[in-house]
C-alpha cells in the first residue's frame, strides 16, 4: 500500500518537548510508523512511596485454593508492596524499584500471601507495553507483567522461578494469549496455540531487564531487550481495551508456581511504560481535537527509542522527564514533589494525540501495514 508523504514526514519528526501529537514505534514487517496517542511512564526508582502515584492501585483481595487451582490460596495485601528510591538520580542502583514481595508463611486461613499493582486506567487498548524487570531467583512463584480485559482477553508474560535452572543456564520465560478457545480447554492456552515457552539468552535474576509485547489488531509481538522472541497472531487475538498489571504470587500448584518459597521472594520493578491509544472514543476525540489547535505550535510524534544493552537498567529516555524540563519555569521551587510522581499527573493533562491526518493513518489505515 502507498502512502500519502505526509504522513512519513510528521512521523519522522523527533522534538524534545513535549509530545504534543503522540508517540510511534516502528513495525518489523513493513518497516513503516505505527501511531500511538497517549502514554504512561513510571520510573519506580524515583517514586518515595508508591501511595503518592495515583496511576497505580495496591490490589487487595483474595483466591480460594479451589478458584485458583493449587494447594494454597492466594492473598494479594498492599503491605507486600514497596518502593525503594535510588540514591541519586542518574546513578544506577540495583536495589532500586518498586517491590513485589511473595511470602514464605501460610497464614491462617491457608493462603500465601502475594503482591498485585494495577493502572488506574482501564482504556489501553492498542499499544506498547515495556517493564523493566528483575526476577527472583527463589523458587516456588510467579512473576507476572500483563494486559488484562477479562479472563477471554488477556496478554500474559510469565516467569515460573521453578523454572530457572542456574547449572544448565536455561531460563525461560511462558507468553500467553487467553481467549475464549483457551477457557473452553480449562484455561489451558498451550491446546489453543496462544502459548510459548521460550528460553531467555540472559539469567533474569541476575539484573534487570525489558520485558515488552506490542499489542495490535490480529497481533501480539512479545520482545526482551528489544528482541522479539515470539508472535500470535489470528482471530484469538485481543480486541478491546483494558489495564496493566504487576503480579507476584504463589499457591503451590505443582504445574505452575510451585511453591510455597522457602523463603521471602521480591521480584523488583523498575520501570513501567506504556504508548496506546485509548478504548474510550470521547479521550481519542478530545486528543484529536487539542492536537489540531496546538499543531501550529511545533506539534510532533516522537519515535520511541528500544531500548539498549547501555541503558536496560535505568530504562533510556523517559518523556515524562520532556514534560518536566517543559514546566519547570511554571512549578514552584519548593514544590518537593518527586519527578516520578508529578510525570504521572502530567499525563493526565498534557496534549497527546496525532495531527489529523496522522490520526487517520494510525485508526483507519495504519493497521493494514500488519
Excluded at 29 to 56: A, C, H
Excluded at 264 to 275: E, I, L, N, P
Aim: aromatic share 12%; hydrophobic share 35%; glycine share 8%.
Amino acid at each position: 500500500m502507498r502512502f500519502p508523504t505526509i504522513l512519513l514526514v510528521a512521523a519522522s519528526q523527533l522534538v524534545s518537548g513535549i509530545c504534543e501529537c503522540g508517540y510511534s514505534i516502528i513495525d518489523l514487517e513493513s518497516q513503516q510508523p505505527i501511531f500511538f496517542t497517549d502514554y504512561l511512564e513510571t520510573d519506580f526508582t524515583r517514586l518515595p512511596v508508591i501511595s503518592q502515584n495515583s496511576d497505580w492501585v495496591r490490589q487487595q483481595f483474595t483466591v480460594s485454593a479451589e478458584d485458583g487451582r493449587g494447594d494454597y490460596g492466594k492473598a494479594f495485601k498492599p503491605e507486600n508492596i514497596r518502593t525503594h528510591m535510588a540514591e541519586m538520580k542518574g546513578r544506577l542502583d540495583e536495589e532500586a524499584g518498586l517491590r513485589l514481595l511473595v511470602g514464605s508463611v501460610i497464614d491462617n486461613d491457608g493462603a500465601i500471601s502475594g503482591s498485585e499493582l494495577d493502572t488506574e486506567r482501564q482504556d489501553l487498548h492498542w499499544g506498547s507495553f515495556r517493564a523493566g524487570m528483575r526476577l527472583t531467583p527463589t523458587n516456588g512463584t510467579c512473576a507476572a507483567f500483563f494486559w488484562y480485559f477479562n479472563d477471554t482477553q488477556e496478554i500474559d508474560i510469565e516467569f515460573l522461578s521453578r523454572e530457572f535452572d542456574h547449572d544448565k543456564g536455561t531460563y525461560p520465560v511462558n507468553l500467553v494469549v487467553q481467549s475464549k478457545q483457551s477457557l473452553e480447554a480449562g484455561y489451558d492456552a498451550s491446546k489453543t496455540g496462544t502459548y510459548k515457552r521460550v528460553n531467555l539468552d540472559f539469567d533474569p535474576t541476575d539484573a534487570f531487564h525489558e520485558y515488552r509485547f506490542d499489542y495490535t489488531p490480529n497481533r501480539v509481538l512479545f520482545y526482551a531487550d528489544s528482541k522479539l522472541i515470539a508472535r500470535m497472531e489470528g482471530e484469538n487475538m485481543p480486541s478491546a481495551g483494558g489495564h496493566l498489571i504487576l503480579q507476584h504470587w504463589s499457591n503451590g500448584n505443582q504445574w505452575w508456581s510451585g511453591g510455597p518459597p522457602t523463603e521471602d521472594a521480591t521480584v523488583t520493578v523498575s520501570y513501567v511504560k506504556a504508548y496506546f491509544n485509548s478504548s474510550e472514543p470521547e479521550h481519542q476525540e478530545s486528543l484529536r481535537q487539542e492536537c489540531l489547535r496546538l499543531k501550529t505550535k511545533s506539534s510532533a510524534i516522537c519515535a520511541v527509542p528500544d531500548v539498549t544493552d547501555q541503558d536496560v537498567m535505568s530504562g533510556g529516555r523517559f518523556f515524562i522527564d520532556d514534560e518536566i524540563s517543559n514546566e519547570t519555569d511554571r512549578q514552584d521551587e519548593n514544590d518537593d514533589t518527586s519527578h516520578a510522581t508529578r510525570g504521572a499527573t502530567f499525563e493526565r493533562n498534557i496534549v497527546l494525540a496525532s495531527v489529523s491526518t496522522c490520526i487517520f493513518f494510525s485508526l483507519k489505515v495504519g493497521w493494514n501495514l500488519l
